[in-house]
Nanobody
Framework: QPQLVESGGGSVQAGGSLRLSCAGS????????MGWFRQAPGKEREGVAT????????YYADSVKGRFTISQDNAKNTVYLQMNSLKPEDTGMYYC?????????????????????WGQGTQVTVSS
């Protein structure tokens, strides 16, 4: 059974930075689409960024382009999300997930139902 463990969340002021980590186990890490999603109170969960662990191709939500960077360390089975120039609207619970529907290749649409395994989440709070 795949397991994903997120870490690195916290509270920062606007303009600050955080780096989230997602450590995976219990599955063949290479050759999957893995993504970061977030959910603010009262809002739907939305895709933030995805990476194909077989080749490194990435997609980003328009709201984070130029500020966030998704990367991977295959030796550690870990995906990262570097978040710079944080804004209060980036506040939310951030989740790591593995795509299990529609093939292993990532798509720009980052549809939440396509991702079948999720971590427990890590909270990010950005104050103004």
């Amino acid at each position: 059974q795949p397991q994903l463990v997120e870490s690195g969340g916290g509270s920062v002021q606007a303009g600050g930075s955080l780096r989230l980590s997602c450590a995976g186990s219990g599955f063949t890490y290479r050759g999957n689409c893995m993504g970061w999603f977030r959910q603010a109170p009262g809002k739907e969960r939305e895709g933030v960024a995805t990476i194909y662990t077989g080749g490194g191709s990435t997609y980003y939500a328009d709201s984070v382009k130029g500020r966030f960077t998704i990367s991977q360390d295959n030796a550690k089975n870990t995906v990262y999300l570097q978040m710079n120039s944080l804004k209060p609207e980036d506040t939310g619970m951030y989740y790591c997930a593995i795509k299990t529907f529609g093939g292993s290749v990532c798509w720009a649409t980052m549809q939440t139902p396509d991702f079948g395994y999720w971590g427990q989440g890590t909270q990010v709070t950005v104050s103004s």
